[in-house]
């Protein structure tokens, strides 16, 4: 059964610094890989999506890259702004279509 | 806002009641997908649809829960004889079917609390 964990579960950083958010996945037979953010009582938006055959992904001041080998993704913000607040998930498409999420790292960014 | 519509927002029931959820996808995208998140956790997976076909059912969609899609078109979701357990939100996604390596676009959910 495939697991998705994120680390770490919260992280406040001052506004401007770089950051980096972790996920790993134990089953490494996914067809891709999605970064969601969701804010607070809100559905997901979908910031990044890594297939399978690619290595990175880049939009605005985010990158995400992934290692499938290893089971690990990591989304790198630049530059971080107060407005990024948020909780940002992982997740995995795996057969049969269904997203398979991390539980989320709760991101505050403090001006 | 993606274009995946939700009704209700919010619904408060008690205990032993059946409730049912609508979703509205984006109209041309043939799969539509239910998934369940509760406080602290990511989505899980509940079912999905391609057009009118239900195609997968998780395991967490016990027999008081119950899903269709009858045109192909907007999807309900009943849970009958609602449990403080089924308090979540419930999260409905769709995409456009062509590839299976797409994006899902979510929409705004439905906050359901059993009491």
């Known amino acids: 059964k495939q697991e998705v964990t994120q680390i770490p579960a919260a992280l406040s950083v001052p506004e401007g610094e770089n950051l980096v958010l972790n996920c790993s996945f134990t089953d490494s037979a996914i067809y891709n890989l999605q970064w969601f953010r969701q804010d607070p009582g809100k559905g997901l938006t979908s910031l990044l999506l890594?297939?399978?055959?690619?290595r990175e992904q880049t939009s605005g001041r985010l990158n995400a890259s992934l290692d499938k080998s290893s089971g690990r993704s990591t989304l790198y913000i630049a530059a971080s702004q107060p407005g990024d607040s948020a909780t940002y998930l992982c997740?995995?498409?795996?057969?049969?279509?269904?997203?398979?999420f991390g539980a989320g790292t709760i991101l505050r960014v403090k001006s | 806002d993606t274009g995946v519509s939700q009704n209700p927002r919010h619904k408060i029931t008690k205990r032993g009641q059946n409730v049912t959820f609508r979703c509205d996808p984006i109209?041309?995208?043939?799969?539509l997908y239910w998934y369940r998140q509760t406080l602290g956790q990511g989505p899980e997976f509940l079912t999905y649809?391609?057009?009118?076909?239900?195609?997968?059912k998780s395991r967490l969609l016990s027999d008081r829960f119950s899903a269709e899609r009858p045109k192909g078109s907007f999807s309900t979701l009943e849970i009958q004889r609602t449990e403080q357990g089924d308090s979540a939100m419930y999260l409905c996604?769709?995409?456009?079917?062509?590839?299976?390596?797409?994006?899902?676009?979510f929409g705004p959910g439905t906050r359901l609390l059993v009491l």
């Open positions: 649809f391609q057009n009118e076909a239900q195609l997968e």
């Open positions: 997740a995995v498409l795996e057969y049969g279509n269904k997203l398979v």
């Open positions: 109209s041309e995208h043939n799969r």
């Open positions: 890594i297939q399978s055959s690619q």
């Open positions: 996604a769709s995409s456009l079917g062509g590839r299976l390596q797409e994006t899902q676009y």
